[in-house]
Each structure stands twice: as structure tokens, then as C-alpha cells.
């Protein structure tokens, strides 16, 4: 089975920009739609942003004209620039497909200061 692993969290400025990047152990290609997800404790997962095979992409209102999506293929990995960060960003982000079936990675931390 497909495995996940998140990485390029850390702790920015509000303002400022990170890029996430999610590589998977096996070919995404057959996977329809991939998508970024966020949690913050107390709350539940909620999608981020998702891209489909065909390049059509969806984002959650709240990141709409901050963040990206991207995909490579070929290098089984997924991307998410996320601009203009604000503290209510701050959360555990994940990616798997959409909707999910894969196992959850361990997420990578992202903590906006004000």
C-alpha cells in the first residue's frame, strides 16, 4: 500500500510563506484526486485544497488566492504553496487522496506567529 510522508512545516511570521511537499512510495497517477488536509486539536480534519488528475483544482474558502496545489507524477509528490499566512493556518497538515484511502502520514507542523 501506498505510504505518505509530509515534510517543509515549520514556524513562520504571519505574512510570510512555506511550501509543503508530500511524497508517496508508489505512483499517485492511478489515484484521481490528491488533496492537502489540516487539523488543529479539538477539530476535525478538514480538506485544504485538492487536485485532480486532469489538473482541475478545489480549495477550501478560507485559503482561496493564498494557497496552491500541485502535483509531479513522475516523482509520486505532491505540493502546496501556501502565501499570506495567518495564525488561524496554524495546524497539523496532511495529504492522502480525495476522497482518502490511503493511511494517514505523520503530518508535518505548521505554526503561523501573529
Known amino acids: 500500500q501506498v505510504q505518505l510522508v509530509e515534510s517543509g512545516g515549520g514556524l513562520v511570521q504571519t505574512g510570510g510563506s512555506l511550501r509543503l511537499s508530500c511524497v508517496a512510495s508508489?505512483?499517485?497517477?492511478?489515484?484521481?484526486?490528491m488533496g492537502w488536509y489540516r487539523q488543529v486539536p479539538g477539530k476535525p480534519r478538514e480538506l485544504v485544497a485538492a487536485?485532480?488528475?486532469?489538473?482541475?483544482?478545489n480549495y477550501a474558502d478560507s485559503v482561496k488566492g493564498r494557497f496552491a496545489i500541485s502535483r509531479d507524477n513522475a516523482k509520486h509528490t505532491v505540493f502546496l504553496q501556501m502565501n499570506s499566512l495567518k495564525p488561524e493556518d496554524t495546524a497539523v497538515y496532511y495529504c492522502?487522496?480525495?476522497?482518502?484511502?490511503?493511511?494517514w502520514g505523520q503530518g508535518t507542523q505548521v505554526t503561523v506567529s501573529s
Open positions: 487536485m485532480s488528475r486532469g489538473a482541475g483544482t
Open positions: 508508489g505512483s499517485i497517477y492511478s489515484f484521481n484526486a
Open positions: 492522502n487522496t480525495w476522497p482518502t484511502v490511503l493511511p
